[in-house]
């Protein structure tokens, strides 16, 4: 089954940090871009970073920068986030998705979709 599959989430302090996985299962995830985005509730899905196929490339939405960090290991066929300095309105479900390219911080032209992991940032 070609799937991708996020973890890491879970209930956190502000200020504290969690790392999030995406890990492909089926397929390469050479050949993809990968973005992560989220949905907080009663609001409209957005994109949060989007890393290019060899890594090279990484881009944030204004909300991530300095505090998000997406980064890929081919091999292991998994992309991660790194979010720190949580804040509560980081709080949503997070996911990521395969595409073709970055157009700035969101994937494009997305082929694959993982089922989301929950991120909630509260005291």
């Known amino acids: 089954q070609l799937q991708l599959v996020e973890s890491g989430g879970g209930l956190v302090q502000p200020g504290g940090s969690l790392r999030l996985s995406c890990a492909a299962s089926?397929?390469?995830?050479?050949?993809?871009?990968v973005g992560w985005f989220r949905q907080a509730p009663g609001k409209e899905r957005e994109g949060v970073s989007c890393i290019s196929m060899n890594g090279a490339i990484t881009n944030y939405a204004e909300s991530a920068k300095g505090r998000f960090t997406i980064s890929r290991d081919n091999a292991k066929r998994t992309v991660y986030l790194q979010l720190s300095s949580l804040k509560p309105e980081d709080t949503a479900i997070y996911y990521c998705a395969a595409g073709q390219l970055c157009v700035n911080w969101r994937a494009e032209h997305l082929d694959y979709w993982g089922q989301g992991t929950p991120v909630t940032v509260s005291s």
């Open positions: 089926g397929f390469t995830l050479d050949y993809y871009a």
